[in-house]
């Protein structure tokens, strides 16, 4: 996690790629529409759930299937590992508060960014909330220094 | 008989259709996998919002992400970027499918040619409910791409309990915020 990934000159090409197939497909599944994921919600229309499942399957096949063939990344040398947290009360405490502001405006982080994309100029209300939410709980737990100041929270 | 319930069902369940969703959720994790297979990075959309921040504040919180800043801007830049190309392609009908089911929530605008899509979620809503996910995400260690996305593709148990709760609580919220009448 180191700044020297950025020196391979493919690194920012192949996360920006990384990202425009993400996006896209965030486009193509309208999970870019704050619409679509409070019918979801509400359970007027479950498709939603095969873009997370889907898209969990083909993590999960690449996460645990690669190792069978290499033990590193290319670009990085970084060791193929998988995304674990700790599981503490934060993990419940901020997903309850991510899923009251999920449920009250149909939007999340990824989706917010495709939005735009897709010509959304209004989703900029809710990426500046989310700034300002940022913002307010690392101002929060900056200043709160020696409790859990500095649970480490990268990805 | 119990294939015309069955179909029935799903008609009533996903009116729909599930086909592009289901490519889109293929496409969201070969996203994810690109990045990881080339970079051993498994990468999640929120942090983005605390790294971004780092640049304009010296907030201790904010500075731990110095190193991984950068590519978080890019990444960034590409999921917009991808989705502007779905809008050029499939929104604005230069390349048509039969797996898009014409969506009819929001409002299709054309500007200069290019099919745009425009929210009907109020702006309070959005604001409101985008600053509860700025904190959220941040306190809880990921959202629906790092935990939803990367974190069940990694059988993390962490990850598990923060989906389990942001969608139990969300689901909770949404059908709170129908029932008082608040639409759209």
Excluded at chain 1, 16 to 28: D, E, R, S, T
Excluded at chain 2, 43 to 52: C, D, I, V
Excluded at chain 2, 139 to 166: E, I, L, R
Aim: contains cysteine.
């Amino acid at each position: 996690m180191s700044a020297d990934h950025e020196q391979h000159p493919l690194f920012l090409p192949l996360v920006f790629a990384g990202g425009l197939i993400f996006g896209f497909g965030l486009g193509f599944s309208h999970m870019a529409q704050p619409e679509v994921v409070l019918n979801f919600l509400t359970f007027e229309d479950l498709g939603l759930l095969f873009v997370m499942f889907g898209a969990a399957v083909v993590t999960g096949l690449t996460f645990f299937g690669v190792k069978l063939f290499r033990s590193d990344a290319p670009l990085t040398g970084t060791v193929y590992g998988r995304r674990l947290k700790t599981l503490d009360t934060n993990v419940v405490l901020g997903g309850g508060i991510f899923g009251v502001g999920w449920g009250l405006s149909g939007i999340c982080p990824g989706a917010a960014y495709a939005s735009l994309g897709v010509g959304n100029i209004f989703i900029l209300y809710g990426i500046a909330g989310m700034f300002v939410g940022a913002y307010i709980q690392g101002y929060w737990r900056s200043t709160s220094a020696g409790t859990d100041a500095s649970t480490p929270t990268a990805e | 008989m119990s294939a015309t319930l069955t179909i029935g069902l799903l008609a009533e369940l996903f009116p729909n259709g599930i086909s592009h969703y289901a490519l889109g959720g293929l496409l969201v994790g070969l996203g994810v996998a690109v990045i990881y297979l080339g970079t051993g990075i498994a990468a999640g959309a929120s942090t983005f919002l605390e790294s971004t921040l780092s640049y304009g504040s010296s907030l201790s919180q904010f500075q731990q992400y110095r190193a991984s800043r950068d590519w978080r801007v890019v990444f960034t830049l590409g999921i917009v970027a991808g989705a502007a190309v779905y809008a050029l392609t499939f929104q604005s009908g230069l390349v048509s499918s039969g797996l898009q089911s014409g969506a009819t929530t929001g409002e299709l605008r054309d500007v200069g040619g290019i099919t745009i899509w425009l929210t009907d979620v109020q702006p309070w809503r959005l604001f409101l409910g985008g600053i509860l996910i700025g904190i959220g995400t941040r306190v809880g260690k990921g959202c629906t791409s790092g935990h939803g996305v990367c974190g069940v593709g990694s059988a993390s148990s962490a990850s598990f309990v923060g989906v389990a709760t942001f969608l139990l609580i969300a689901i909770g919220t949404a059908q709170l915020v129908q029932a008082v009448g608040v639409s759209p």
